[in-house]
């Protein structure tokens, strides 16, 4: 079995049907990142000792029966590193946290390893998630397995990386502005944004509370499912956490979607999006269509308040988020300072990299006195507007159909000269975040660069099933189309 081809769910059955065992499994992924690592940098951290132990565990228990209702038992995920893991270093790709390992496991952790999955290593990303394209994480640049001068995206570059260049067959990652999606993007696989509250942030190192959300990365909607399964539902934890969930079955999103109605905005359309996007874009609706579904333009009017809106208010929650790593409590500490001011400012001023103090100093300026209410105020205004106008929608569609970013993967080195752009290039990402609304991005095409190109769904506040429902009969139909 081709470890780099196969999906989770092949493989899990392949372990419980006894073609090869847990271990089997582990050691062909750890082998595959050997020869692929040194080349695309997906990893900050690789557990093989803990991964191989963890393998004969688990082997064990599938055995006995113990995970015969799992659906991923004995499979190798790769988690991002801003998820915490009880004793393993946790460092958010920051020199801040370089040295930093957590007393306890996130939530999501607790619930893959119940569920007999093994995590196999910790995935690079930018500087505490602050970037799209993972070329500010202190430990290295992540590169793009399609064509190692592009980037992957970001901030989950790592996670995504990973899954499209046969490091991972499955990984978690973190989106608070489009960072599960728009990598997923630029790297050809599947990645979904759960609804806020979905999924626990119990033990997810904050960039901003109100914003992130842990989600799966795949290589196929039916994997992202079923992990969604696993790591979804109320968490005592976590307040923000939602009382009743309901996760989508596998059996739920292989229905049809005749009917669905699914709606274009058309102000994504217009200037901006390159014409390569423009005509995959142009070619999934024809195949939804095909599948069942109606498609009809609407009207967004105020996402172009999505990007200014949505960086006022994750800089202010990460400033605040972040003025605990003064050198005092844990982590990174500077080693000359003469008196309490100064360990602060030296700690901060080392610890910390240019995209994250750049985002930080925004955030204080739009917190301070006299700025308050003319950006902070403004920007919460503009987020409840640009709610209320997704709800109107959603009262005339089901869904909603955009691109998941206006080009594919930039060249490595050419958003860092321009941060501007890069911010910008987060247009159709961000008001997901801002809304706390599903999405998932799905890869529809490539360029002439052999880039690939992803599409995005937007759906209801927990309507996962139908977005995960409509993905799949894309995905299905375009299989069938292939063979």
């Known amino acids: 079995m081709d470890i780099t081809k196969v999906s989770a769910l092949q493989l899990s059955k392949a372990i419980r049907s006894k073609e090869l065992t847990v271990k089997e499994a582990v050691l062909a992924q750890l082998n595959e990142i050997r020869k692929r690592e040194p080349l695309y940098h997906c990893y900050i951290s690789i557990l093989e000792e803990q991964a191989i132990k963890r393998a004969d565990e688990v082997q064990k228990k599938i055995e006995q029966g113990e995970y015969s209702n799992s659906l991923l038992a004995g499979v190798p995920v790769a988690i991002k590193d801003n998820i915490c893991t009880k004793g393993i270093k946790t460092t958010c790709a920051s020199h801040m946290l370089s040295e930093f390992c957590p007393l306890y496991d996130a939530e999501v952790i607790t619930r893959l390893e119940a569920a007999g999955c093994i995590i196999l290593g910790k995935t690079n990303l930018d500087e505490f998630a602050m970037g799209s394209t993972t070329e500010t994480s202190y430990f290295g640049v992540t590169k793009n397995p399609n064509h190692i001068n592009y980037v992957p995206g970001g901030s989950s570059g790592g996670s995504a990386a990973a899954v499209a260049g046969g490091e991972a067959i499955i990984a978690l990652g973190s989106d608070t502005g489009g960072s599960i999606r728009q990598p997923s993007s630029f790297c050809g696989v599947v990645g979904l944004k759960p609804t806020y509250g979905m999924v626990s942030r119990y033990g997810l190192i904050a960039y901003a509370s109100s914003l992130d959300q842990i989600g799966p990365i795949g290589r196929t909607v039916e994997d992202c499912t079923a992990i969604l399964q696993i790591i979804a539902g109320k968490d005592e934890k976590d307040s923000t956490c939602a009382v009743n969930t309901v996760s989508p079955s596998l059996k739920a999103i292989r229905q049809s979607i005749q009917g669905k109605r699914i709606g274009l905005p058309v102000e994504y359309f217009e200037e901006g999006l390159s014409k390569e996007v423009r005509i995959a874009i142009l070619k999934v609706i024809e195949v939804l269509k095909e599948c069942g579904a109606n498609i009809e333009e609407i009207k967004l009017n105020t996402s172009i308040y999505g990007v200014p809106a949505y960086y006022i208010l994750a800089c202010a929650e990460a400033s605040s988020n972040l003025s605990r790593y003064d050198g005092v409590k844990y982590g990174f500490r500077a080693s000359k300072y003469e008196d309490l001011s100064e360990l602060y400012k030296e700690t901060r001023s080392l610890g910390f990299g240019t995209e994250v103090k750049r ?87 490539k360029d002439k660069n052999n880039l690939p190109i992803g599409f995005q769904l937007i759906g209801k506040p927990f309507a996962e099933q139908e977005i995960l429902q409509t993905a799949y009969q894309y995905e299905r139909t375009v299989q069938k189309g292939e063979k």
């Open 359 to 445: 985002r930080l100093l925004i955030g204080s300026f739009v917190l301070s006195s006299g700025y308050y209410d003319a950006y902070y105020n403004k920007a919460l205004k503009a987020k409840n507007i640009l709610r209320e106008e997704f709800h109107l929608a959603f009262e005339k569609v089901d869904l909603i159909l955009t691109p998941v970013a206006p080009t594919t993967a930039p060249k490595l080195g050419e958003s860092l000269f321009d941060p501007l752009k890069m911010y910008l290039g987060d247009s159709y990402t961000v008001p997901v975040n801002l809304t706390g609304l599903p999405a998932i991005s799905v890869p529809c095409a």
